[in-house]
């Protein structure tokens, strides 16, 4: 099992910045990637950012440049992935859901954070 512990949401103002965190921790030599999520009111979750094991990231159009995703590996029963935010619009503003792809029985399985709130405005 994976377990994912975020922090760091809030209420920012338009072009201010925010730093995402999440803790997994459990079967966390079995991840092979890490990323975030966000889901808006009335839209659908969408993928923000994703890092590989190989340390390989791929972000969605509209946070390139001003999004960067990282991990840091403490030990080998807990790794950390962080988000961090600059120069953020109204339009950031949504639930950031961690996410976690483990590989475990021959096949991939999603895990989720609990979810942070991004509230961008003015």
């Known amino acids: 099992q994976v377990q994912l512990v975020e922090s760091g949401g809030g209420l920012v103002q338009p072009g201010g910045s925010l730093r995402l965190s999440c803790a997994a921790s459990?079967?966390?030599?079995?991840?092979?990637?890490m990323g975030w999520y966000r889901q808006a009111p009335g839209k659908q979750r969408e993928l923000v950012a994703r890092?590989?094991?190989?340390?390989?990231?791929?972000?969605?159009d509209s946070v390139k440049g001003r999004f960067t995703i990282s991990t840091i590996s403490r030990d080998n029963a807990k790794n950390t992935v962080y988000l961090q935010m600059n120069s953020l619009k109204p339009e950031d503003t949504a639930v950031y859901y961690c996410?976690?792809?483990?590989?475990?029985?021959?096949?991939?399985?999603?895990?989720w954070g609990q979810g942070t709130q991004v509230t961008v405005s003015s």
């Open positions: 996410n976690a792809d483990r590989w475990y029985s021959s096949r991939w399985s999603a895990y």
């Open positions: 459990g079967s966390i030599f079995s991840i092979g990637a």
């Open positions: 890092i590989t094991r190989s340390g390989s990231t791929n972000y969605t």
